[in-house]
């Protein structure tokens, strides 16, 4: 399997608590890659849950800030002798940037998220894990901090929707759509049969859906 994937950099996207980071341990080991993992370190998002004035501002930046350097350094090192396998995609910090910040606080935003997203390392594939509303709330209710276990159920809508319609249109790497919600990542046909329609995929985006489940609702727009 480690020689078959034709993908030497691979990231895995979805909202919280979707499974992505997971699925990056995973493909890790099955392929023989290196993972590399989101910070979740972030001394402004307690005031982000909070709602605190000019919470949001700050997290959104710092999470910007180290996704930047740890991006940029992929491509210092020579790291794509193996696979990288990452549980987030640079571009995704956008996404919460709009659902979250002012327009004042956006402009200051979109020029800095300028400046650094031409100095990054790019996948050439995106596996995004969508999971459905009612799927997510039982996943924070039953692994979700405090913090999130507090977060709004328009909240959670609007971010599905968000990630949904980004990946309607997203055309930067091959993308393979994952029906999530009825996946168990720890077993291993699961995981097996995964990777060879990874292995086999032919067309972009290719959408994943467990056998016996319905087609999720994602479609190009025209």
């Known amino acids: 399997m480690k020689e078959k994937i034709p993908f030497k950099h691979i990231a895995i996207e979805g909202v919280l608590r979707s499974g992505k980071t997971k699925l990056a341990k995973i493909f890790a080991e099955k392929l023989g890659g290196q993972a590399i993992f989101d910070r979740g370190d972030n001394p402004y998002i307690k005031d982000f849950y909070e709602e605190k004035e000019g919470g949001a501002f700050q997290a959104q930046l710092v999470y910007l800030v180290n996704r930047y350097h740890q991006q940029a350094g992929l491509l210092q090192q020579d790291l794509f002798a193996e696979k990288v396998i990452c549980d987030y995609l640079f571009e995704k910090d956008k996404i919460y ?60 809508e609007d971010i599905i929707g968000a990630f949904d319609y980004f990946f309607f249109n997203y055309h930067s790497a091959s993308l393979f759509v994952v029906k999530a919600d009825d996946i168990d990542f720890n077993r291993d046909e699961e995981i097996t049969d995964l990777l060879d329609k990874i292995e086999n995929m032919k067309t972009s985006p290719m959408y994943y859906v467990p056998l016996g489940h319905v087609q999720p609702h994602l479609k190009r727009e025209k």
Do not use: C, H, W
């Open 97 to 156: 940037a709009y659902q979250t910040l002012t327009d004042d606080e956006l402009i200051v935003y979109e020029k800095i998220y300028g400046i650094f997203g031409e100095r990054i390392a790019k996948p050439d594939l995106v596996v995004y894990l969508q999971i459905s509303l009612s799927n997510l709330k039982k996943k924070i209710a039953k692994y979700g901090s405090s913090m999130e276990q507090n977060i709004s159920e328009k909240y959670l």
